[in-house]
């Protein structure tokens, strides 16, 4: 897909006019400055790579994407419970300290406080009901100590779309505690999962690996500012 696809929301965020775009652009079709472009292509397009670069994108991020099929998850005990209002800031707080493998992290163009409030502003889409379909978290409540945002994908999938633990609370399976919580309580059978992460992320890649999960895709993720 080559045509620019506007992303009112993150335009906001970033200040000016940010767009998606596919393998086939070209300098013709580029947004006229300011404006940020984001672009993902599977790994195996080296042609698509380097048309890209030649136009002034640089690659930020190598995303990973997997999936652990259905299957039962055994029953264990744990902080893991659904989200409730009152931790609404609690979880933002923690999106806006715990991310740093991610792209926007990734992109010193960005820069750290942009990046932060992006994911704390995305974790919160949640409680405004503009995204994601279940919040699970761990900590009482109003004052949590880790959370997981999650979608409905197709075929029953459930959709890890964020995951984050507190630097405070790292350690001590917290994460897992709140996948095996999802996995149980938003459906009504085991179902499959998937999730996407940062070839940079070395602990969750270690963690999905611990619980079933098999990678499926890769994909170099790229920016343009102009």
Not at 56 to 63: I, P
Not at 110 to 119: F, L, Q, T
Not at 177 to 193: H, K, Q, S, T, V
Not at 200 to 208: E, G, H, I, R, V
Request: charged share 20%; net charge positive; hydrophobic share 45%.
């Amino acid at each position: 897909m080559s045509a620019l696809r506007p992303d009112p929301w993150l335009s906001e965020r970033l200040g000016k006019p940010a767009f998606q775009v596919g393998r086939d652009i070209a300098a013709a079709g580029l947004p006229p400055p300011p404006s940020f472009v984001g672009a993902k292509l599977d790994v195996g397009d080296t042609e698509g790579l380097l048309r890209l670069q030649a136009l002034g994108f640089r690659v930020v991020d190598t995303n990973v994407q997997l999936r652990r099929d259905a299957a039962p998850w055994v029953a264990q005990a744990g902080p893991a419970r659904f989200a409730e209002n009152e931790d609404e800031a609690g979880i933002r707080a923690i999106a806006g300290e715990a991310f740093i493998y991610d792209r926007f992290h990734r992109d010193p163009i960005i820069g750290g406080a942009a990046a932060a409030r992006i994911k704390a502003d995305w974790a919160g889409n949640f409680f405004a009901g503009k995204r994601g379909d279940w919040m699970v978290t761990a900590g009482i409540p109003g004052r949590p100590e880790g959370f997981l945002q999650l979608l409905k994908g197709d075929n029953g999938t459930i959709v890890i779309d964020l995951v984050a633990v507190a630097p405070a609370h790292q350690g001590k399976g917290l994460a897992r505690a709140m996948i095996g919580f999802a996995a149980r309580a938003c459906m009504d059978r085991a179902a499959p999962l998937r999730v996407g992460t940062q070839i940079a992320n070395l602990p969750s890649l270690s963690l999905y690996a611990r619980l079933g999960f098999n990678i499926v895709s890769a994909a170099y993720v790229l920016h343009l500012h102009r």
